[in-house]
């Protein structure tokens, strides 16, 4: 009897073999499975309390006010300080892409080893109007100079600012729409102001945290502007500048505000503040304060148990209302700019390039808006990536951790919002933003987010960090799983692990 057969095989034979499927689930570059890798995303956002974390517990909030109170005091010190400006608080330090200051000297702190968790605090220490002629652009550069008239409402500005004024520029000139041979202010000023790289020793240990209470702290400038004379201990302050121009000089030629005088003015008004505290119990403790380039570095210790360094950059802007003629005004997350625009001006890190009295545009209020519609997948994509960049950059002048943060917006703009909104994508999402990073970092440049035809420069020693970065792409779970570890590690030996989702 013949036997039946089904589809030219015997019907009590085994199943023919499944047709293969492809294998989308592998990265080309380093074959890890992306699979893990977004598990392993996942298990890291937990550890770090960046990925569905518990809100702002009590150390943050303590700390919070511990450092609006200093500013206050830094008013009744000095009344230049505004009473009730209107404060800007960023998750993450400047050393972790909080801000762009370029390629700049910013000390040798590192999360993990010298404190536990990072913030940025943009602090207005004057406003204004962009349609003013106090403001000068140079949108090439993506600096501005503040030129200060001799009278406003009355007040004589130059007098109450005296000891940050620095070098005139021209009132004539339109460096918005300078001819391309004429010297730019920036060329001019080259040389006047220059910050040393710094050579510190910091390291995160009991004594920073346990030590007496006693008003003793870590008071170092780092960034001196100018020839600086000793008030008491370390703290310093700028001694009057040479060569500020006489109210009765020509209205033509106005002295501009210069952003080192003005970040060495802030330092030492706090400065001088954080010596005279007075510790109070279960209160957050002020161990250490430094500038470095343009700002303010504090490290607070919390009352505890357990008790944990929190870092806080305090930088002093200018608050400009108005919005840059040639900056984009749209984004993939709609308009950028809304009815009461307005934009920052930060002391730049790059003092050698932009000179004593340039500003650097900053954007950080549109980028906290952009933030808050970028998928959540996405987020921890670029949490993840900047876990695993910060130890490469840990004490250099490398700005990656803003590019980085850039790369994300632009990975907005060309991929699809459902693409970017799947979970099982954060390890394709994490891997493409370091892969996009190594290219930036091999061009030296990667285009401005906000300013069209603009560039932000990737920093001193690019290829050194280039080849670092491929290295761990060959490897990317075990980097990751190399950071669930540390981060596992932080919480135990006292990491923060009350800061969430709500902190900016």
């Not at 990072?118 to 100079?145: I, K, M, R």
């Not at 060959?474 to 980097?479: K, Q, S």
Request: charged residues 20%; negative net charge.
């Amino acid at each position: 009897m013949a036997s039946a057969v089904w589809g030219g095989a015997p019907w009590w034979g085994p199943p023919p073999p499944a047709p293969a499927r492809p294998l989308t689930d592998i990265d080309f570059c380093s074959g890890a499975q992306l699979r893990e890798v977004t598990q392993l995303i996942q298990e890291l956002g937990v550890q770090e309390s960046w990925s569905n974390g518990p809100k702002p517990g009590p150390d943050l909030l303590q700390a919070k006010d511990f450092v609006f109170s200093l500013l206050g005091l830094v008013h009744r010190r000095d009344p230049r300080f505004p009473p009730q400006a209107e404060l800007l608080l960023l998750r993450g330090g400047i050393r972790e892409g909080s801000l762009d200051l370029g390629p700049a000297p910013l000390g040798p702190y590192a999360r993990g080893p010298h404190y536990d968790a990072g913030f940025t605090l943009l602090v207005p220490v004057f406003s204004l109007d962009g349609t003013g002629p106090e403001l000068q652009l140079d949108l090439e550069s993506c600096y501005a100079w503040l030129r200060l008239p001799e009278l406003e409402r009355g007040t004589s500005v130059r007098e109450a600012w005296q000891d940050c004024l620095g070098p005139p520029v021209p009132g004539g000139c339109d460096s918005s729409h300078r001819n391309d041979n004429e010297e730019s202010p920036a060329d001019q000023l080259h040389g006047y102001v220059t910050e040393p790289e710094p050579q510190v020793s910091l390291e995160k240990s009991s004594s920073d945290v346990s030590g007496p209470e006693s008003p003793g702290l870590d008071v170092t400038d780092f960034g001196s502007p100018a020839p600086l004379k000793t008030l008491s201990g370390d703290v310093t302050q700028p001694a009057d500048p040479s060569g500020v121009p006489k109210p009765s000089e020509a209205r033509e030629v106005w002295p501009t505000l210069c952003p080192a005088q003005v970040a060495a003015w802030f330092f030492a008004s706090l400065a001088a503040v954080a010596e005279d505290l007075i510790p109070v119990p279960g209160a957050p403790r002020l161990v250490h304060a430094a500038r470095h380039a343009g700002f303010t570095t504090v490290l607070l210790a919390t009352p505890g148990p357990p008790r944990r360094l929190l870092l806080f950059d305090l930088i002093p802007v200018v608050s400009v209302a108005g919005w840059p003629k040639e900056a984009r005004s749209h984004s993939w997350a709609g308009p950028l700019v809304p009815g009461s625009a307005s934009f920052y001006l930060v002391p730049g890190g790059s003092t050698e390039r932009s000179g004593a009295s340039g500003w650097q545009l900053c954007f950080a209020r549109q980028e906290l808006a952009l933030k808050a519609r970028i998928p959540e997948p996405l987020l921890q994509a670029h949490a993840a990536a900047q876990a695993l960049l910060r130890p490469l950059v840990a004490g250099t002048r490398a700005a990656a951790p803003y590019l980085l943060r850039t790369l994300l917006y632009w990975a907005c703009e060309r991929l699809p919002a459902l693409y970017l909104a799947r979970p099982e994508n954060a390890g394709a999402c994490c891997l493409g933003l370091l892969d996009d990073l190594g290219r930036v970092l091999e061009a030296g440049a990667l285009p401005h987010y906000f300013l069209s035809g603009r560039k932000l420069r990737a920093g001193d020693g690019p290829t050194a960090l280039r080849e670092a970065l491929a290295r761990l792409r060959r490897d990317p779970a075990g980097a990751l799983r190399a950071a669930v570890e540390e981060a596992k590690a932080a919480r135990k030996g006292g990491g923060l692990a009350g800061v969430g989702a709500r902190v900016h």
